[in-house]
């Protein structure tokens, strides 16, 4: 299992020392990155990989009342898709009666490892601004 991606280590050849293992810290950070990354790109702006990314948050408009289990389901057939390292996941809306105007929801999942399957969670949240972001 690598850590870093591959232009990581292409542009810093000292990440690409073979190492056997990495921690559960290390993995999780990877792992985080690359969802930040799927999250902030939006689902058709890639040419290679079309379905890369989540839909566009002004596209929610046409999904209520279902729009929070829409989005959900974007997002988590997402990372089933394009994070092979993470296995059982689950994506659930959190409802937050706080005035902000943010989406939360709650990615949770389990990363099979040697010595078995190590749960991870993640916090992800969409702004007013249509800013979808991973924690």
């Known amino acids: 299992m690598r850590g870093n991606s591959l232009l990581k280590r292409i542009k810093n050849p000292e990440l690409a020392v073979a190492r056997r293992s990495y921690s559960d810290h290390e993995i ?3 792992i985080l990155e690359h969802l930040q990354t799927m999250c902030g790109t939006r689902l058709g702006s890639m040419l ?3 379905d890369f990314g989540v ?3 002004s596209d929610l408009v046409h999904g209520f009342p279902d729009a929070n289990t829409l989005l959900a389901r974007t997002i988590r057939h997402s990372i089933e898709t394009y994070e092979p390292r993470l296995q059982n996941v689950r994506v659930r809306f959190v409802p937050d009666e706080s005035p902000d105007l943010v989406l939360r929801f709650e990615v949770s ?3 099979l490892r040697e010595d078995g399957k190590v749960p ?3 916090e992800t949240s969409l702004n007013a601004a249509r ?3 991973v924690r």
């Open 109 to 111: 999942a389990q990363v």
């Open 48 to 50: 290679t990989c079309p």
């Open 28 to 30: 999780r950070n990877s």
């Open 131 to 133: 800013e979808l972001k």
């Open 120 to 122: 991870v969670s993640f």
């Open 55 to 57: 839909m566009d948050p």
